[in-house]
């Protein structure tokens, strides 16, 4: 055998070497993902049969947010758009633009509390009033001095 077939075995040989030992890492790596495949899977099921099992538990039916706003606003005439206006003034959009999280009064005791620049919900004072009430057990009259001490 000549020098450079020589040579060129010992290339050849060590690119196979090489080759298989990525075979054997890929390999191992499928085994590897596939037991990942397999524990997500079982994870999906144990989670759709909790969902299920909650399902059948529930004697009441259940009523989404969703179809509630779209009942008030074809059954009993409500205009959502006209709400989402009065609440979305121009005034308190450029506010939210600016503040992106905050409890912003918007008129007649009304608060938007707002996260990230989402509108998680809307307060009342009163609503507030009895939230403190709940979570610090005060009576009305701390509540409204707790209240004029933060304004």
Same mark, same amino acid.
């Given at each position: =055998? ?7 075995? @010992? #290339? ?5 070497? @090489?080759?298989? $030992?990525?075979?054997? =890492?890929? @390999? ?17 099921? $144990? ?39 009065? =609440? ?41 009033? @009895?939230?403190?009430? #709940? ?17």
């Amino acid at each position: =055998m000549s020098i450079r077939h020589s040579h060129l075995l @010992k #290339q050849l040989e060590t690119r196979l070497s @090489k080759l298989r $030992a990525e075979r054997d =890492m890929t @390999k191992q790596a499928l085994r590897e993902a596939e037991a990942a495949h397999v524990a997500a899977g079982e994870k999906v099921r $144990a989670v759709e049969q909790e969902i299920a099992s909650l399902k059948d538990a529930t004697s009441e039916p259940v009523l989404t947010e969703h179809a509630l706003l779209r009942y008030i606003e074809r059954v009993h005439g409500i205009d959502l758009d006209q709400i989402r206006a009065q =609440m979305l003034t121009p005034a308190v959009t450029e506010q939210i633009r600016t503040l992106r999280s905050c409890r912003l009064p918007i008129g007649n005791g009304v608060i938007l509390v707002v996260e990230a620049g989402v509108i998680k919900t809307v307060a009342t004072k009163d609503s507030r009033e @009895k939230r403190i009430r #709940q979570v610090h057990g005060l009576r009305p009259v701390e509540v409204r001095r707790l209240q004029a001490e933060e304004e």
